[in-house]
């Protein structure tokens, strides 16, 4: 296969991976305010992390020890496709637009609980098969992943001008993006497996290997920060779109474009990942994985900052600077991130790693970050009687975030020794 055609081929991977998500993610929590669900959308975001806690590093170790990993990939894909269709076809259903609880986050949950592991299946995907046609990874990885951003662009977008942003269309769109890349993995090139490997202990037996990561002084505190840092990941996806439609309450920000097309003013967030991606390569030579992950982290204090400061009218440049710094804030430190894991851990483990990497960040860390936050909205937010508290409640939110950023940088600044300046480039 020639090395165009490869990356062509990982191109549409990626691109379909993130609509996938791209679908729903931002516009969900708006969704589910108008279906009488406002004081469950930290749950529904919170299950993302719940259900990685697990099912990366379990769909791992079938894919580094039994099945390829770009077959697992479109197994997986076309499960979360079915439930996806399911959770739609279940709002549907209900007359009224207040749709049960139980039923419809079971299905929501079953839908990404095979959803989640394949955002790992797919970098794996991507590593072996840059490797096996001798290409390094740091360098030709990143342009292959801007794509990913795009496909999430051009979904939420879709979403959004289809009208699609309140309304349960937006699963389906889901759900027929996964069915068609679920189809497509199985013509994705063979990652092989360790199958017939000598394995002589239970942990080897089990591909359990790469959490004995958490032995290397450097690498547990690399995935405790990662765990720390992961909290901040879908703050912003569950709470920004109702943040800013709150503004519609407000007449005078009602007719403005950042209230009325929330999903359009964050898709400038995805925008900036598709730039600053392209810098990784650079950015992890130049100043190593420790420098990276701080301007990551610091980052999302702007980010969570900016918004609590901002608003539709004279405002709003505050906001469109907090979708900019999105792009440094989530590209340095998940595929930063990501890619680091990968230099550092042997190809046998390689997907088990992936796996581990999930659990810490969209695993652990999304998990108590969503539930928090959604605490701390109904706090200050739900509970209040106006929309014009409501917007002063957002904002005291917004800065409680931003400060939990801003300790985290601190400690990761104090505590993280990076061995090497860089991460190293290996010779081909």
Known sequence: MSELNLKVRLVLMNFLQFAIWGSYLTSMGTYLFGAGLANEIGLFYAVQGVVSLFMPALIGIIADRWIPAQRLLGLCQILAAIFMAASGLFAMSIPGGVVPFTPFFTLYTLSVA???????????????????????TITHFPPIRIFGTIGFICAMLSVDFLGFQKTYDQFFVSAVIGAILGLYSFSLPMCPTCKGTTKTSIVDALGLKAFLLFKQPRMAIFFIFSMLLGVSLQITNGFANPFLTTFESIPEFANTFAAQHANAIISISQVSETICILLIPFALKRFGIKNVMLIAMFAWVFRFGLFGLGNPGSGVWMFILSMIVYGVAFDFFNISGSLFVDKETPKEIRSSAQGLFMIMTNGIGATVGTLGAQLIVNHYVYSQPTPTAQISGWSTTWLIFASYALVVGILFALIFRDKAKAVKTETK
């Open 114 to 136: 095979f959803y989640m592991p394949t955002i790992a299946l797919s970098n794996s995907v991507a590593y072996t098969s840059l490797e096996k046609s001798n290409l390094d």
